[in-house]
């Protein structure tokens, strides 16, 4: 029976408020403590920081009534902010923490070293200053997509044939920060890889996706020999999930929900859901080990599964799990915090013999466009012949 996910949404929403207005309150009172704002200013930056926290459900409510290019400037006004905060506290809180060891220490040792803290104003330029470079370099590397290639050989295919070439995009999340002009380089990129096999897992989209239609005729222009496939995300709930189907299968991709194909070469390309389904009451296709289990064990099967999480019941039933979601945490250091809830790092790892794990860094950026220390990628996975024996 299934249950309903939607109460734990809504409890990790609030979480994720909660520590967002903390964040802008703590950013805010570091500039009235630096600074010496006026006390009369403060109710104006408290009314900053409410537009601010609830502005992506503003966005979403605007969006889903058409008025999209409201949503684009409130969305370079609203992310841009929230990367810029979420660096400034992270850099002020390491500064209030080194500061704080400085004057304990001194306390101990009975000797003063208060001049060896940073003040509050210290604490708020250093932080402000370090904030915006690192924003700056941030809005750039999000832009310098890495290619990472990736090598794997399998006795699963015959030997001499020529290498199969996938190419792994994942958690583009097209919306109102990436339209087609990047969505154009990406391609460009993905095209000149050549690749036989081009897979999306995942958070493709992040905006409505009757705004994002002229997109389809640039994912038509790449036409892989053997096919482009794709799964859901948990944002492909969050815009809809008929929509999302709709416009992926109009990009060209063939969308497996709990199913698979077999491709040439002894290869097999399976696909399920992502759980983000049960928090809509989206009916889907999660049986994970079920669908493996059924495929033939010679052939080499590539399973894509957005959120890089491995059910024990299924290794050794697949060969390679692609996955994405996780961003690396994209803004340092949210990848610390990340490793906490999925205990898997960026990129490739081996389960078992002949059995691998791959996990993306993504190739576009959610919220804030920018990426600090967790450059975007793109991934080819090229998958040989192992070498005879003799």
Request: a positive charge.
């Amino acid at each position: 029976m299934r249950t309903d996910r939607r109460p734990r949404l809504t409890t990790l929403l609030a979480i994720f408020l909660l520590a967002y207005a903390g964040m802008q309150f703590y950013a805010v009172y570091k500039a009235y403590a630096g600074i010496g704002l006026a006390p009369d200013a403060m109710t104006g930056l408290v009314v900053w920081v409410a537009l601010m926290t609830s502005l992506p459900f503003l966005l979403w409510w605007l969006e889903r009534r058409g008025w999209h290019w409201p949503v684009v400037v409130g969305a370079w006004i609203g992310y841009l902010w929230m990367g810029l905060v979420f660096l400034f506290f992270w850099v002020a809180l390491a500064l209030d923490v080194f500061g704080g060891a400085v004057n304990t220490a001194g306390a101990l040792l009975r000797v003063d070293l208060s001049a060896y803290a940073p003040s509050a104003w210290h604490v708020f330029l250093w932080a402000a200053a370090l904030s915006l470079g690192l924003g700056g370099y941030g809005l750039i590397d999000a832009r310098r997509r890495r290619v990472e290639h990736i090598v794997l050989s399998t006795p699963k295919l015959s030997a001499g044939s020529h290498a199969l070439r996938i190419v792994q995009i994942s958690d583009v999340h097209l919306g109102a920060l990436i339209g087609a002009r990047r969505l154009g380089r990406i391609l460009e990129r993905v095209r000149a890889l050549e690749p036989d096999v081009l897979v999306s897992t995942g958070d493709l989209l992040d905006g409505q996706a009757n705004h994002l239609n002229g997109l389809t005729q640039l994912f038509q222009t790449i036409r892989p020999r053997l096919g482009k496939f794709a799964v859901t995300g948990n944002h492909e709930f969050f815009v809809g999930h008929e929509r999302a189907l709709d416009f992926m299968r109009r990009c060209g991709f063939t969308v497996l929900c709990g199913e698979s194909v077999a491709l040439a070469r002894n290869v097999t390309i399976a696909g399920v859901d992502d759980p983000a389904s049960q928090w809509f009451g989206v009916s889907a296709h999660l049986d994970e080990p079920a669908l493996l289990a059924a495929q033939p064990p010679e052939r080499f099967v590539v399973l894509l599964k957005h959120q890089p999480v491995v059910d024990p019941r299924a290794t050794g039933h697949f060969d390679l799990q692609l996955s994405g979601h996780v961003h690396q945490g994209q803004i340092f250091p949210f990848g610390l915090l990340v490793r906490l809830a999925y205990p898997v790092r960026a990129g490739l790892t081996q389960l078992a013999p002949q059995c691998w794990l791959y996990v993306s860094r993504g190739t576009g950026t959610w919220g804030p466009p920018m990426r600090v220390f967790a450059p975007p990628e793109i991934t080819l996975i090229e998958i040989k012949p192992a070498p005879s024996s003799r």
